[in-house]
């Protein structure tokens, strides 16, 4: 009786195996890597694929979230929740300890997302990190679409997009200067779409806001934010009660959800593939201040 056996993967077995081999070249190449963890989907996804790449051992890193003092309690408590499962280290960079340290200046007009890019490269420099993992993904933001897999950054953090090491064949140059480090996108490749088809195929804990949850929020620049004592009102606006998820998740004085009645993740599937606007265009005001705004982000430090 003659078979044919199909041997060709499918499209999330391929950008697993790429992502499991960009984190084992990591781990291989450079001496001190770290993975920048949010507690939010695309960061959840990478712990599990770096979980994949080195079990049974443990994950040989310690994972790190800049904190704003502004994310989700529902995030927190999430990451929390991954942290203890798998006995990573935690490190908490603090914008609010940045301040109280002049690590950063808040001058009451600059957002606390973007002084996120001071506390991190300080925690990058104080505990002598060379590889920083980071969640972006091309699909995102145009700027991100730029960034190579392993994203050079100088010995003041910043990122220069004309100038970018060359990746043909999937090889990949680490070599780094004294005070230098790499910021590394194991996601680069993926969608939306493949990131939440993982995440129901693996059945993976993400936070709850994800989900379709009745939240009191109010309208502002186009965007539906959610009430909240670092949230003040501006005048004209008001405070409903409405049916929403969020399709990402970061600083809540800066990241809108949307109206949506998807409770589960092939709701959330079915809502995404049938979306025209990413996540970030969407829901995330710091994104808003110009069109290249991530861009100037991203060579200041930004991940």
């Avoid at 993992?133 to 699909?139: A, P, S």
């Avoid at 004592?229 to 970061?250: Q, S």
Wanted: charged share 30%; hydrophobic share 35%.
């Amino acid at each position: 009786m003659q078979t044919n056996t199909d041997y060709r993967l499918s499209q999330l077995d391929e950008l697993e195996a790429e992502s499991i081999h960009i984190f084992r070249e990591v781990a291989a190449e450079l001496e001190k890597p770290v993975l920048m963890f949010s507690g939010g989907k695309d960061s959840i996804v990478m712990l599990r694929l770096a979980e994949k790449a080195f079990h049974p051992a443990r994950i040989p890193f310690p994972v790190l979230q800049v904190d704003t003092g502004y994310d989700f309690p529902e995030v927190l408590a999430c990451r929390d929740s991954w942290v203890d499962r798998l006995g990573v280290r935690l490190i908490v960079a603090s914008v609010e300890q940045a301040i109280a340290d002049g690590v950063v200046v808040d001058d009451g007009k600059t957002t606390r997302n973007r002084l996120q890019i001071g506390t991190l490269l300080n925690a990058i420099e104080e505990n002598a990190f060379t590889a920083a993992f980071g969640g972006g993904r091309r699909d995102e933001e145009k700027a991100r679409a730029k960034e190579r897999v392993y994203s050079h950054r100088d010995e003041f953090g910043q990122w220069d997009p004309k100038n970018q090491r060359p990746e043909l064949w999937s090889l990949y140059n680490g070599r780094l200067h004294e005070g230098e480090h790499m910021r590394v996108f194991p996601l680069s490749n993926w969608t939306e779409l493949d990131i939440w088809d993982y995440i129901a195929r693996e059945g993976i804990e993400i936070p709850s806001i994800y989900f379709s949850h009745q939240r009191r929020v109010f309208e502002r620049d186009g965007m539906l934010l959610s009430e909240s004592e670092f949230n003040p009102l501006r005048d004209g606006e008001t405070v409903t009660e409405r049916t929403v998820r969020f399709r990402t998740v970061g600083d809540l004085t800066l990241t809108g959800c949307v109206e949506s009645s998807a409770g589960t993740l092939q709701e959330i599937v079915e809502e995404v593939a049938a979306s025209r606007i990413t996540e970030r265009g969407a829901t995330r005001g710091d994104d808003r201040f110009s069109e290249a705004a991530m861009e100037d982000r991203k060579k200041e430090g930004y991940f």
